[in-house]
């Protein structure tokens, strides 16, 4: 049964990646432009859930667009070094030299 569920979950993954692929999102994004989005992302989340700024009936829409903002900047995080340019080159951190 498990074997199924790890099948099933795998599926999903290359079909997300699939959809992000032909709608055309390939950008590679920085660690710091990465971590501003989820920081903002969850602060609106926090928001909508503490908040009467959204009415009520519509706080689970606002939560799950937002959730979906999340997931697709986390995919295109772990497409992503550090620094920005995709996996597929090698990351070299910068270091300072000791003079």
């Known amino acids: 049964m498990k074997i199924i ?7 999903a993954i290359f079909a997300f990646n699939q959809l992000l692929h032909a709608i055309g999102i390939k950008m590679n994004i920085s660690l710091k432009h990465n ?3 989820q920081l903002i992302a969850l602060l609106v989340q926090m928001g909508n859930l503490l908040s009467d700024y959204v009415p009520e009936e519509y706080r689970p829409i ?8 999340q997931v697709i900047y986390a995919k295109l995080g772990q497409s992503s070094n550090p620094d920005g340019k995709p996996v597929a080159l090698a990351y070299n951190p910068v270091t300072k030299k000791s003079v």
């Open 5 to 11: 569920a790890r099948i099933k979950t795998k599926a």
């Open 35 to 37: 971590m501003a989005v």
């Open 62 to 69: 606002v939560a799950g667009a937002v959730a979906l903002i």
